[in-house]
């Protein structure tokens, strides 16, 4: 089981964003292979309970449940005043809250792009922010921020600010990782590309995706056992799987204009609007 350097009696606790399904839970399953407790947030509480008896059963350990909305600009410091409140610290952070907002950016209100770039931009950076503190304090910290390929591509039209989020969360782990490697806090994004998990029947490109041939998709647990190895080695950026690394340098080679027709071409196959 691991311990803190400082108090070999304590169980270290991840707070994973996200965490009611996908990747999510699945990096809680991983952590809690790994004997580490967790502290589990996302809008709906009934998969988290049933999350939370699984990781019980199956590996011990404890997780806390906060069932709350991260759109919610107040939400970060309603999550970590309750943390404090069951005097629980953080050692390691997992930010993997996320949906993919379709259609063009003059489609939809501007109040739906502000709740998007809450939850997807504003919010992990001041989860960061808010836990950072006590873990340079411990010497020891891990942090994943769960990007995209789509980050590593071009822009696309349609889900106009997915691809410009996630590629600001590869710029900032990368930042972030330099910042923090003095303090033994490890900082990483985590880049998957199609990944078996509900993220498409939310965003409702499920049908489209679905045409996807087999070897573009990975399975979450997968996605999340060599995403949390890559931040336990201290990587500031992964990609996990071989069709995934291949198509982001296939991306940096090519000339802008030839991978910006690319990805015209063949987003329309996968995004909606």
């Not at 839970?25 to 947030?41: M, S, V």
């Not at 792009?113 to 997807?120: G, K, Y």
Request: charged share 20%; net charge positive; with cysteine.
């Amino acid at each position: 089981m691991t311990r803190s350097t400082s108090n070999p009696t304590k169980t270290r606790t991840c707070l994973i964003t996200g965490a009611s399904a996908g990747i999510g839970a699945a990096i809680a399953r991983e952590y809690a292979a790994r004997g580490w407790d967790l502290a589990l947030t996302a809008r709906r509480e009934e998969p988290m309970v049933e999350l939370a008896v699984e990781l019980k059963r199956d590996f011990g350990a404890t997780s806390h449940i906060f069932a709350l909305d991260l759109f919610d600009p107040a939400g970060t410091q309603d999550l970590m005043a309750r943390i404090a409140k069951k005097k629980l610290r953080i050692d390691g952070l997992v930010n993997n809250a996320g949906y993919g907002h379709p259609g063009s950016y003059m489609e939809s209100p501007w109040d739906d792009h502000a709740n998007f770039l809450q939850l997807m931009l504003r919010a992990p950076c001041e989860l960061a922010h808010a836990v950072l503190p006590s873990m340079k304090a411990e010497g020891y910290g891990r942090i994943i921020n769960v990007a995209s390929l789509a980050g590593h591509m071009p822009g696309s039209r349609g889900h106009t600010l997915y691809a410009a989020v996630k590629s600001f969360l590869v710029k900032f782990s990368q930042s972030l990782n330099l910042e923090m490697k003095p303090y033994g806090v490890n900082v990483s994004a985590l880049c998957p590309g199609f990944t078996y998990s509900e993220f498409h029947d939310v965003n409702g490109t499920r049908n489209a995706v679905s045409k996807m041939p087999d070897f573009m998709w990975m399975e979450a647990d997968e996605c999340a056992a060599q995403g949390v190895e890559a931040c336990e080695l201290n990587r500031p950026v992964f990609i996990p799987g071989r069709v995934n690394k291949s198509l982001a340098l296939t991306a940096r080679l090519l000339p802008e204009r030839i991978a910006m027709g690319l990805m015209a071409r063949n987003a329309e196959k996968f995004r909606k609007g």
